[in-house]
């Protein structure tokens, strides 16, 4: 069992979303992370150390970029978007990847 941890980017991201088939689809996935660790088909992120993506089989081609701190067993959901905005999100997700290991005190 995985502790999941929403960043409020990736809450905002998912509150956003007006899909509900897709929310569904995403909560699901969350939900079992949390439930038994499955991440499912991922994919780490080049240039972004730390970090990977959870593609969505659905629409626009949703993901959401993840980091797993494995000391504590943690799935931090960093954020979220889709292709058009691929750029943008896994620039944001590096930047609060970066606060994130500032405040565990640590470079990974």
């Not at 897709?22 to 150390?49: E, N």
């Not at 691929?86 to 606060?99: F, G, P, R, V």
């Amino acid at each position: 069992m995985s502790k999941v941890i929403k960043t409020d980017l990736f809450q905002k991201w998912f509150d956003d979303l007006k899909n509900k088939m897709l929310r569904t689809i995403i909560k699901d996935k969350t939900d079992r992370i949390a439930v038994d660790g499955y991440l499912g088909k991922t994919k780490p992120i080049v240039g972004a150390k730390g970090i990977s993506e959870i593609k969505i089989e659905m629409g626009a081609g949703y993901r959401i970029y993840f980091n797993v701190y494995i000391e504590n067993d943690e799935v931090w959901l960093l954020s979220g978007g889709d292709k058009s905005t691929q750029s943008k999100d896994i620039e944001a997700a590096k930047e609060l990847l970066q606060t994130i290991q500032e405040g565990r005190g640590a470079k990974r």
